[in-house]
């Protein structure tokens, strides 16, 4: 099975690269948070060979380094440490991540850039107790994630060139805004969706399913915008 996959990681072309990198990121993100299987690492491994296939050793870090705040967030989450420590320690690698992108001017993906505005928020939250951040993370709770997606979709819509789909049409940039709008509706009814869950056991339908929905939502929109600015 291992020399399978290797033997087919050999052979893939950039699309298929592509395409192994976003659904074994994926899978390897719900399996850490929810499931403790060995063959988590093998998504892992999977996604960090086809991110080497796509843009090289330094690609693949780069890549990588989107979902390692999140990841760490998770394994603090998950091993016990306090609430507190847990967004402390997930901010510290959130703003890291954000630095990292901007002193190599690499663009990151707007939902990663709304996990990191959520940590580093819930950082500042705990260790400086700010009263409007209290209140903001604890009546929303879980859910004040999508509420970062919402902030962050509301002001690349309006201000960035790629909007909230980071897709790059420079003669078609009214398209672009409409296309991120669309996302951006999604990301309220995600939001919505997490809200009347939050709060409870039931994690998969209050914080991953939501992050899952968003994800999956993100790449089709994406296919079909570059499919429009192609012609």
Not at 16 to 42: A, D, G, M, T, W
């Amino acid at each position: 099975m291992g020399f399978f996959i290797f033997y087919r990681g050999l052979s893939m072309n950039i699309k298929e690269s592509s395409r192994l990198f976003f659904v074994s990121q994926l899978l390897f993100l719900l399996l850490f948070f929810f499931v403790n299987h060995p063959i988590k690492y093998l998504f892992a491994i999977l996604s960090l060979f086809s991110a080497i296939k796509l843009d090289g050793f330094d690609g693949m870090i780069k890549r990588s380094l989107q979902f390692f705040p999140l990841i760490i967030f998770g394994y603090c989450y998950k091993n016990g440490l306090s609430g507190e420590m847990t967004f402390i320690v997930g901010g510290i690698f959130g703003l890291l991540s954000l630095l990292v992108g901007l002193f190599t001017r690499r663009k990151m993906d707007t939902l990663f850039l709304s996990v990191n505005c959520f940590l580093i928020g819930g950082a500042l939250m705990s260790y400086f107790h700010f009263s409007w951040l209290l209140k903001f993370y604890g009546m929303l709770r879980e859910s004040s994630l999508y509420a970062w997606v919402v902030i962050v979709g509301i002001i690349t819509t309006i201000f960035s060139s790629e909007g909230f789909i980071n897709v790059k049409c420079e003669q078609k940039e009214s398209t672009v805004k409409l296309y991120s709008l669309f996302f951006l509706i999604i990301s309220v009814v995600v939001l919505l969706f997490s809200l009347y869950f939050k709060g409870g056991e039931n994690y998969i339908l209050s914080a991953a399913l939501p992050f899952v929905i968003l994800i999956f939502s993100k790449k089709y929109i994406q296919m079909h915008l570059k499919k429009v600015c192609s012609k």
